[in-house]
């Protein structure tokens, strides 16, 4: 299969629907990304890789951190992770505060606001340091030095963030947090303000579409039961209110970020990231997931 044209087609398709997004206003340092930034990066496990656009330029993974944070507390703590972090489909946007009253301060998962501050929390009881544990091994998974955290965006993110604050102190009233309340913010806005490309971003994917296991040094970073367990809280889970139709349209297990990133992985195969940050209603990058739509349509290839 020629890749590399596939994925020029698909840009060349796409590019209407670039600048039809809207940028995530919300963390005001975030309002200055050019809208028309596009890319797609695909790596397979035999080490290939195409791309189209700005792949090679950093950009803010937002949420899709929440997969690192989730898969690094986990090959910590185990299963007990899910005793406070449940694994159900929220069918609500990633920032909602109405289920987490009726379920007791229990997040719907680990991928919505809710379930990543939990996740922080339990990093920050698990580790010396979470800060340094991070980005430690979002570099190991990347297999490179260069990932940073942005502080400006994360300091621009804390001074608008009273939904995720409102979501710590409902979760502490009901004893599913353990640390200080600001403690647990900062650290999460610093873990969403990491910056990569989409090369960087793909490569550390790549380690999941693997089942866990590095490809070029084969550390197991994860069990496979684990991988079975991340990978279907991606499939189910990675779009929010949006998964379903993220399962209807691409098929494959993945996660967005405000940032107008999308990791997706089709398991033994590849790994595939499309950035383009003008989003859609419903927080997910609008013109990333009609690339991702249109690539497993012409490719033949999803889960299903
Ligand atoms: O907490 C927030 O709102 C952001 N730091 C992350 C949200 C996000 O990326 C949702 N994904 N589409």
Redesign the pocket.
């Known amino acids: 299969m020629d890749y590399q044209k596939i994925l020029e087609e698909i840009h060349q398709e796409v590019l209407p629907l670039v600048d039809k997004g809207k940028v995530?206003d919300?963390?005001p340092e975030l309002a200055n990304v050019d809208r028309n930034k596009f890319g797609i990066y695909l790596l397979t496990l035999d080490d290939n890789a195409y791309a189209v656009g700005d792949v090679l330029e950093k950009f803010s993974i937002?949420?899709?951190s929440k997969v690192f944070m989730l898969a690094l507390t986990i090959s910590h703590l185990g299963e007990k992770v899910y005793d406070r972090v449940d694994v159900e489909p929220s069918g609500d946007p990633?920032?909602s505060l109405v289920q987490l009253e009726h379920e007791s301060g229990i997040p719907r998962n680990p991928f919505i606001?809710s379930g990543?501050l939990v996740i922080t929390d339990m990093m920050i009881s698990s580790f010396a340091d979470p800060r340094a544990e991070f980005l430690e091994y979002v570099r190991d998974l990347v297999g490179q030095a260069d990932v940073f955290c942005n502080k400006k965006v994360a300091a621009s993110?804390k001074e608008h963030?009273f939904?995720?604050a409102a979501m710590v102190n409902l979760m502490k009233s009901f004893g599913n947090i353990e640390n200080d309340v600001d403690e647990v913010l900062d650290l999460?806005?610093e873990f969403?303000?990491i910056e990569m490309t989409c090369s960087e971003l793909a490569r550390a994917f790549r380690v999941f579409a693997n089942h866990g296991r590095g490809v070029i040094d084969t550390k197991k970073y994860i069990t496979e039961s684990q991988f079975k367990r991340i990978t279907a809280i991606m499939q189910t889970c990675g779009?929010?209110d949006e998964a379903g139709e993220f399962a209807f349209r691409v098929g494959l297990p993945g996660k967005?970020?405000?940032?107008g990133g999308i990791a997706a992985i089709l398991p033994d195969k590849y790994s595939i990231v499309t950035w383009s940050p003008g989003?859609n209603k419903?927080?997910?990058s609008l013109a990333g997931m009609k690339a991702l739509e249109l690539f497993t349509t012409k490719t033949g290839t999803s889960i299903f």
């Open positions: 995530a919300y963390i937002q949420s899709i990633f920032n606001n990543a993110e963030g939904k995720n999460y806005f969403c303000s779009f929010y967005s970020g405000v940032g989003l419903k927080g997910n």
